[in-house]
């Protein structure tokens, strides 16, 4: 499984970002695909993921509202909306893919055996 995120950049508060990642390499029937993130001097931490079969969706509270994660059959991407963007948004965000997880270990980046490398997001006060 490959994965390759885009659409980082710089935005002020308030403003709006749509991240991309596209996967490649097999048919992800069971997976997860999730989005986390990494502010400087912090841990990772998990932002949002959907099951790409079936299509449910999971968020971190600190986004819950602001963000929306979807995906794309035709073209096996994954999107993150980010909307009402905050300066305590910014980091790098990467996306990750990992079959079989079940609900209790979704936000767990430990659990996550795919990753894309990381776009940053900087949000400007």
């Known amino acids: 499984v490959q994965l390759q995120a885009s659409g980082g950049g710089l935005v002020q508060a308030g403003g709006s970002l749509r991240l991309s990642c596209a996967a490649s390499?097999?048919?992800?029937?069971?997976?997860?695909m999730g989005w986390f993130r990494r502010a400087p001097g912090k841990e990772r931490e998990f932002v949002a993921a959907?099951?790409?079969?079936?299509?449910?969706?999971f968020y971190s509270d600190s986004v819950k509202g602001r963000f929306t994660i979807s995906r794309e059959y035709a073209k096996k991407t994954v999107y993150l909306q980010m909307n009402s963007l905050k300066p305590e948004d910014t980091a790098v965000y990467y996306c990750?893919?990992?079959?079989?997880?079940?609900?209790?270990?979704?936000?767990?980046?430990?659990?996550?055996?795919?990753w894309g490398q990381g776009t940053q997001v900087t949000v400007s006060s």
């Open positions: 959907v099951r790409w079969s079936g299509g449910g969706t």
């Open positions: 990750a893919a990992q079959s079989g997880l079940i609900a209790s270990t979704i936000s767990r980046h430990d659990k996550y055996n795919y």
């Open positions: 390499g097999r048919t992800f029937s069971n997976y997860v």
